[in-house]
C-alpha cells in the first residue's frame, strides 16, 4: 500500500465508527495489505482519536487462541488500544446500538504498575509490574461488515476492540497461577461458557510480555497504569439489547454488563 | 423381524473390545434396540465381566455437556459402568495395544463416602456424601467406527468406557468451589481448550445428583466407596502414540498421560 492508501483506509474505519455502517473488507479494496499496512492503518486512527481528545488508557490483545489462530491462518496474536472512552463501569447499562455487531469476551484485565519497555521482556517482567487485576467483559465489534476479517483487516481495525466493561474488585496478583484461574461466562444467568486463564495465549502474563516486547518495533511500550485485556478466556459470543452478562472468575469477582437498546 | 436380542448385541460388543474390531451402529442392524433395551445390554455386558473377574468400582456419566445432549436429542446425561479393569495406573500410557482408536478427556471425579439411593436426590444433598474430589483423565474408546453412534448405540455401548486416570491430590469437597474448579488441557505441551466444572451439567454435584437418580430407575443405587467420573468438562482429544495429554486443574493438581 502507498501512504495515502493508508490514509483513505483510517478514514473509511474511521467513517464506520460514525455511521456504525460496516465496510467491506479492506483486503477486497487492498489486496496487497500487509501486517505492517495494517497497523499503519490502525495507528492512523489513533492520531484522529487523540487530535479529538481522546486518551489511550490501555491495549487489547487479540488471537491469543489456537482455534482463533487457525480460523485466521496467523501463529501471533495481534493487538490494539483502549481509548478512555471505551472502558465502561460495572453494571453501567450499555446501548447495543453504539456498536455494530457486538460480541463479548471474558478477560483478566491487567493493570500495570510500572512502565514495561521490550524487547526482552519476560513473564517475570510482567508479574513484577502487575498493580492488580480486574475481572471484565471485553465487547469487541467488527467495522467489516459481518465480521468478514482477514488478519489484516481485524489488526487495521484496532483489533476489532469496541469496549471493556471491567469490575470493580481489584485483586492483587500475590502468588496465583493465572493459567488455572478458572472462568464461567453467564447470559442471562445461563452458562454459556467456561474456561481458565490459560487459553489467553497459555497464560495472560505471557500475552502481556508478547505485547511489551511487539510495541518496542513500534519503538513504544507499556505504561504505569495502563490496562492489558490480555486475551479472552472462552469464545466470542454475539450479544443482543435487553440481554445481561456476566463473567465469574475463581478469587477475583464477578463483572456485569447490561445491554439496552439505546442510550439511558 | 431382527434376530438381535440382549445377549447377542453384549456378546457382539465385548467382541469387539476384545478383538480391537470397530462397528457399524448396532441400531443399523437393531432399529428396535431402545433407551431401556440398551441399558439392559449395558448390563449384561457388566455381568459377564464381573464373571470374569473384573470388579465394579464406580459409574461415569456420558453426555454431561449441554450441547452433545442437543446434538443427542436428549435432556440428561447418561449412566454407565467402571470395572477394576479400566485403571489406568498413574505414570502409564495409554493402553495402545486392546484400543481402537482411543480418546482423552479431563474430568472431575467424586468418590463416595456413604452410599446415595435415589429418587429425590439433589446436588447439595449428593455433595455430602462425597468423601473426597479428585482430578481425572477419562479414556474412551467407542466400539463404534468413527464414534459415530445412535443414543441406544452408546448406552449399550457402556457410554464408549475404556479406561481413566485419577488425579495426584485429594481434597475435601468442602471449601472448594468446584463450578469454578478450571482445568486446561494440552496436548504435547500446547494449550488445546479449558473449562470449568460448571461445563458438567452446571456443576458436578449436579451429575452426582442426576447419576443417583438415574441408578434408582436402573434398581441400583451409589455405593461407599464408589468413583464416580461427572463427565467431560472439554470435547475429547483424540491420542495416539507418540503424544502426551496434560490436564493442570485448578487445585486437584496435574495429571499426565503418555500415548504410548
Excluded at chain 1, 484522529?48 to 496467523?74: E, F, I
Excluded at chain 1, 481495525?157 to 493465572?178: C, E, I, K, M
Excluded at chain 1, 450479544?239 to 463483572?255: E, N
Aim: with cysteine; charged share 20%; net charge negative.
Amino acid at each position: 500500500m502507498i501512504g495515502a492508501e493508508h490514509q483513505a483506509a483510517a478514514d473509511l474505519l474511521l467513517a464506520a465508527y460514525s455511521s456504525r455502517r460496516p465496510v467491506a473488507p479492506l483486503i477486497e479494496a487492498y489486496p496487497d495489505l500487509d501486517l505492517a499496512d495494517a497497523y499503519r492503518v490502525q495507528a492512523l486512527q489513533v492520531d484522529a482519536w487523540q487530535r479529538n481528545g481522546r486518551r489511550v488508557v490501555g491495549r487489547k490483545v487479540g488471537l491469543t487462541s489456537p482455534a482463533m489462530q487457525r480460523q485466521m491462518q496467523v501463529t501471533q496474536p495481534d493487538h490494539g488500544v483502549l481509548r478512555d472512552d471505551m472502558v465502561l463501569a460495572d453494571r453501567a447499562a450499555i446501548a447495543v446500538s453504539a456498536f455494530i455487531a457486538p460480541r463479548v469476551e471474558p478477560e483478566i484485565a491487567i493493570v500495570l504498575g510500572r512502565d514495561l519497555t521490550g524487547p526482552g521482556i519476560t513473564v517475570a517482567d510482567v508479574a513484577a509490574a502487575v498493580a492488580y487485576l480486574v475481572p471484565s467483559l471485553e465487547i469487541i465489534d467488527s467495522r467489516i461488515q459481518d465480521w468478514r476479517i482477514s488478519i489484516g483487516d481485524t489488526i487495521a481495525d484496532n483489533a476489532s476492540s469496541g469496549a471493556a466493561v471491567l469490575g470493580d474488585t481489584p485483586v492483587a496478583l500475590g502468588d496465583r497461577d493465572l493459567r488455572l484461574v478458572g472462568c464461567n461466562l453467564y447470559r442471562d444467568g445461563a452458562v454459556v461458557g467456561t474456561g481458565a486463564g490459560g487459553a489467553a495465549f497459555g497464560n495472560p502474563l505471557r500475552s502481556v510480555a508478547w505485547l511489551a516486547n511487539t510495541l518496542a518495533e513500534f519503538d513504544t511500550g507499556l505504561h504505569l497504569g495502563d490496562v492489558i485485556l490480555p486475551g479472552s478466556i472462552t469464545a466470542a459470543q454475539p450479544v443482543l439489547a435487553g440481554q445481561t452478562w456476566s463473567a465469574s472468575f475463581a478469587g477475583l469477582g464477578t463483572v456485569t454488563a447490561r445491554f439496552t437498546m439505546e442510550d439511558s | 423381524m431382527s434376530d438381535w436380542t440382549v445377549d447377542r448385541a453384549a456378546t457382539e460388543l465385548l467382541s469387539c473390545e476384545d478383538e480391537r474390531r470397530d462397528r457399524g451402529p448396532i441400531t443399523e442392524d437393531w432399529p428396535d434396540l431402545d433407551v431401556e433395551t440398551a441399558y439392559a445390554v449395558q448390563d449384561e455386558v457388566l455381568r459377564r465381566r464381573l464373571e470374569r473377574g473384573e470388579r465394579l468400582v464406580g459409574v461415569k456419566l456420558g453426555l454431561t455437556s449441554r450441547a452433545k445432549q442437543h446434538r443427542m436429542g436428549i435432556a440428561a446425561p447418561l449412566t454407565a459402568w467402571l470395572t477394576d479393569a479400566m485403571v489406568v495406573p498413574a505414570g502409564a500410557p495409554v493402553p495402545q495395544q486392546r484400543l481402537i482408536h482411543p480418546r482423552a478427556e479431563p474430568e472431575i471425579v467424586l468418590v463416595l463416602g456413604r452410599a446415595l439411593a435415589g429418587p429425590g436426590i439433589t446436588a447439595v444433598g449428593a455433595m455430602g456424601a462425597v468423601d473426597h474430589v479428585c482430578a481425572g483423565i477419562e479414556i474412551i474408546d467407542s466400539r463404534y467406527r468413527d464414534f459415530r453412534f445412535a443414543l441406544p448405540d452408546v448406552i449399550a455401548d457402556n457410554a464408549s468406557s475404556a479406561g481413566f486416570v485419577t488425579g495426584p491430590v485429594l481434597r475435601s469437597p468442602d471449601g472448594l468451589d468446584l463450578s469454578l474448579e478450571a482445568c486446561l488441557l494440552e496436548v504435547d505441551g500446547q494449550v488445546v481448550d479449558s473449562a470449568t466444572g460448571a461445563a458438567v451439567q452446571g456443576h458436578p454435584a449436579e451429575a452426582l445428583a442426576l447419576a443417583a437418580n438415574s441408578l434408582s430407575r436402573r434398581g441400583r443405587s451409589l455405593e461407599p466407596g464408589w468413583l464416580v467420573l461427572t463427565g467431560g468438562m472439554t470435547d475429547a482429544v483424540f491420542i495416539g502414540p507418540g503424544h502426551s495429554v496434560t490436564a493442570h486443574f485448578t487445585s486437584l493438581g496435574s495429571i499426565v498421560l503418555a500415548g504410548g
